[in-house]
């Protein structure tokens, strides 16, 4: 087979009927890659804080605090030993125990240090494990705490909880905000490339246009060429993402980082619709800009 019949025998590929990178199409695709990158952070970061939100409001829920205040001729200790033994019985109370002096003392010692804690007066208190499938209510606990002829009060954490949660609730919604802040840019790079690559391709679209091509043909081919580049940048922005959050969990060990953002592998299955979430947006934004300069153009004419 001579060189010439090989030359031809390969598949040639067609030229694209767009100009070449006529719109800047490598900053293009640097800008969407950038923008799908932080998109990806923002995604897995959130979903770190809430897991971690979650995950002190359930232990929080499983434990309560009870400070007990002894009888007249009745020392702390034994108030607090009675509590113990009273909270033991009740449904829902999987193991309750009297908080003694030195265990109150090495909770307190990082914050107060050494030379306050042997002169501080310090309270006496139970602490609760609560079942976690039916838990005793503060109610509950207060009830038999009464009944048994105790003074004390009982802290279910129910406030902590609240803030706790409200606070992943709001993590949430600055995310999501994020994430269309994010969205928002990229479609305005699309739409910016979109016009640049219509005004540079002028002569070619008013051949198209002689030819009976419509406004939406002309417009599905700047479609297909910027979904086709930010789906590529898409990819590249979640790979990137995928390598930084392997390293962040390989530094922080089987409970992540830290316990505010505990990263998990699962969660680099957010990362896999970034080309396709990418791709649509640019679909979109290309569509949009491009059906409005043609409808434009139409009207002058």
């Known amino acids: 087979m001579t060189p010439s019949i090989l030359a031809r025998s390969l598949p ?12 800047g199409e490598p900053w293009l695709m640097t800008v969407i890659a950038v923008l799908c990158f932080l ?18 409001a359930r232990q929080l829920g499983a434990e309560a605090t009870v400070q007990v205040r002894p009888r007249v001729g009745e020392s702390g200790d034994t108030a607090a030993a009675r509590a113990a033994e009273t909270l033991a019985g009740v449904n829902g109370v999987e193991e309750a125990a009297a908080l003694d002096r030195k265990a109150a003392e090495d909770l307190l010692r990082p914050w107060l240090g050494d030379a306050v804690l042997p002169d501080l007066p310090l309270p006496h208190l139970v602490t609760v494990r ?38 992943a609730a709001l993590i949430t919604v600055l995310a999501g905000a994020a994430f269309l802040a994010i969205a928002f840019a990229a479609a305005a790079a699309i739409a910016y490339a979109t016009r640049a690559g219509l005004a540079a391709g002028r002569g070619v679209i008013e051949t198209l246009s002689l030819n009976g091509a ?13 979904a086709l580049i930010a789906a590529g940048a898409g990819a590249v922005g979640a790979v990137l993402a995928a390598l930084l959050l392997a390293f ?21 299955l957010l990362l896999s619709p970034c080309p396709l979430l990418a791709a649509t ?21």
Do not use: N, Y
Request: aromatic residues 6%.
């Open 12 to 23: 040639r590929r067609r030229p694209g009927l767009l100009p070449p990178a006529a719109a």
């Open 39 to 56: 998109a990806c952070l923002a995604a897995v970061a959130a979903s770190a804080a809430d897991r971690a939100a979650h995950g002190w």
């Open 130 to 167: 609560l079942d976690p499938d039916a838990p005793a209510s503060a109610v509950t606990l207060s009830r038999a705490l009464a009944e048994a002829g105790l003074d004390a009060t009982v802290d279910d954490h129910s406030l902590w909880r609240g803030e706790v949660e409200r606070s």
């Open 214 to 226: 419509t406004d939406g043909r002309i417009a599905w081919l700047f479609q297909r060429r910027f």
């Open 248 to 268: 962040v969990r390989f530094l922080g060990g089987s409970g992540g980082l830290t316990q505010a953002l505990p990263v998990t592998w699962g969660d680099l």
């Open 281 to 301: 947006v640019a679909l979109v934004a290309a569509r949009f800009a491009a059906m409005q300069v043609l409808g434009s153009g139409r009207g002058k004419a």
